[in-house]
Nanobody, 114 residues
Framework: QVHLVESGGGLVQPGGSLRLSCVASIDLRGIGEWAWHRQATEKQRERVALIDTDDTATYIGSVKGRFTISRANNGNAVYLQMDNLKPDDPGVYYC????????WGQGTQVTVSS
């Protein structure tokens, strides 16, 4: 069974940075299309960022210019660099390998607080 193992979450002050990692437990044999989602308490899950197979990245408007999604060269990991974090950014962040498997990470908690 393939697993996506996430890490990098934690507590950060407003304006701080975090780098989330999502690493596949096996070789996925292709770069794939990846996404990061987040779900804050009592809010709907939303897709934050997506990176396509041609390396085109898209973001929701609230994180543009602050978040950067990237992918390992072998397609077995995806990352989310989060800079200038704001109070509206906290939640559980999930990585997702898009495709037939539709594999999700276990989630990593991001908290933004002074």
């Amino acid at each position: 069974q393939v697993h996506l193992v996430e890490s990098g979450g934690g507590l950060v002050q407003p304006g701080g940075s975090l780098r989330l990692s999502c690493v596949a437990s096996i070789d996925l044999r292709g770069i794939g299309e990846w996404a990061w989602h987040r779900q804050a308490t009592e809010k709907q899950r939303e897709r934050v960022a997506l990176i396509d197979t041609d390396d085109t990245a898209t973001y929701i408007g609230s994180v543009k210019g602050r978040f950067t999604i990237s992918r390992a060269n072998n397609g077995n990991a995806v990352y989310l660099q989060m800079d200038n974090l704001k109070p509206d950014d906290p939640g559980v962040y999930y990585c997702n390998r898009i495709g037939a498997m539709n594999v999700w990470g276990q989630g990593t908690q991001v908290t933004v607080s002074s």
